[in-house]
């Protein structure tokens, strides 16, 4: 068995085990019709014995889909014990024809038509599941066999006719559970389909949003992000602040190592500050080696401090150590002002970047409102 059919299978069963459950439930009013057309011509003797047995198949079967449903429905450890329920089911409404026909021609008729309507109901019960059909029929046959054995009995035309429906049940039935079961596998089919597909989407959004080289947000990224993110600090009316970061001499790494050793600069001058930023901000790479951060929720003074943070971290040891390379980060910072919009934002940022290059380089400098 493939793990296709597996899957398949178990679903099959899990909405058998549902199904039969809530027709467990249904199961009383059937009674209550049949004990109303009994009522006056069958034994008072005879009711009460069916209604006892009746209600012990019943009690038997909710006992196991009780239990089965605790245990998670599972195939393998369930479905045995399920298929004993559809036959105790069985042996409850064949106590029909053995307690109540023979009594009263009439009543015959309208149990046989009780009867034929259950089987009909079987059939939506049972659609996913034909073994335990048949073993629902054969524990309904139990009873009107006994019947039959004892004499007295529904009359023959009424046992001919439910041994054809029967018979048609479960003649049409696999070729039935055949089409359902095949529709669960092309929903199963589909279903993964949706979800390799909703996977390659967000592969191939994600690609499109991220800087290769260090796999930061890109600058298209970036903007949608800034852009987003101001709009819902205006509504809000909650803080926003902005960090623009350059490298300092990156141009003689470049010069002096090759752009290779370059690029790995930038990819561990990246990973160093991620690993320092909150899970809320947004980290882009907007240039060759500038670099901005996002702060939501960030004022003036946190985000100063944040920014002096990741600075130290770049100048407190090497990104590389063969070859040495050791730049230090210059770093502007900006809060956002009321009405003030994305682009003047990032205009604000990188305006104070440059003047902490201009002022010496590897400091943070607050933007001036």
């Known amino acids: 068995m493939t793990r296709g059919d597996a899957a398949s299978g178990q679903i099959a069963f899990e909405q058998f085990a549902r199904t039969f459950a809530r027709a467990l439930w249904m199961t009383p009013v059937g009674w209550v019709v049949v004990a109303v057309m009994a009522w006056g011509l069958a034994p008072r003797a005879s009711l009460a014995a069916w209604i006892v047995a009746a209600f012990v198949c019943w009690a038997a079967c909710m006992a196991q889909s009780a239990w089965a449903r605790r245990g998670g429905l599972d195939r393998a450890r ?31 008729a309208r149990l046989a038509a009780v009867l034929c309507g259950v089987i009909a109901v079987t059939i939506g019960i049972y659609i996913t599941a034909p073994t335990a059909l048949r073993l629902q029929v054969a524990g309904t046959w139990i009873g009107l066999g006994a019947s039959l054995a004892r004499g007295g009995g529904p009359d023959a035309a009424i046992v001919l006719g439910l041994a054809v429906m029967h018979a048609l049940t479960l003649s049409f039935l696999p070729a039935i559970t055949a089409r359902v079961v095949e529709g669960i596998r092309l929903q199963q089919a589909n279903a993964r389909l949706a979800e390799q597909l909703r996977l390659h989407l967000l592969a191939v959004e994600e690609e499109a949003a991220t800087d290769p080289l260090t796999g930061v947000l890109n600058r298209r990224a970036f903007d949608r992000v800034l852009a987003n993110e101001v709009s819902r600090a205006a509504a809000g009316r909650t803080s926003l602040s902005l960090l623009a970061l350059d490298l300092d001499h990156f141009k003689a790494i470049n010069d002096t190592h090759g752009h290779a050793v370059g690029d790995d600069a930038l990819r561990a001058f990246a990973a160093r500050l991620r690993a320092l930023l909150r899970q809320q901000d ?31 971290a770049v100048a407190e040891r090497p990104l590389l150590d063969a070859p040495r390379v050791a730049p230090t980060v210059s770093i502007g910072v900006a809060s956002r002002q009321d009405g003030e919009t994305a682009a003047a934002l990032l205009a604000r940022a990188d305006a104070a970047a440059y003047a902490a290059k201009r002022a010496g380089r590897d400091r943070a400098m607050l933007a001036s409102d």
Request: proline share 6%; no cysteine.
């Open 282 to 312: 947004h980290f882009a790479r907007v240039g060759g080696e500038e670099f901005v951060v996002l702060l939501p929720g960030a004022a003036a003074v946190r985000a100063l401090e944040i920014a002096e943070r990741l600075r130290a």
């Open 78 to 108: 369930h479905q045995p014990s399920a298929r004993g329920a559809a036959f105790v089911d069985g042996i409850g409404w064949g106590m029909v024809p053995l307690f109540l026909m023979g009594h009263d021609p009439v009543l015959d």
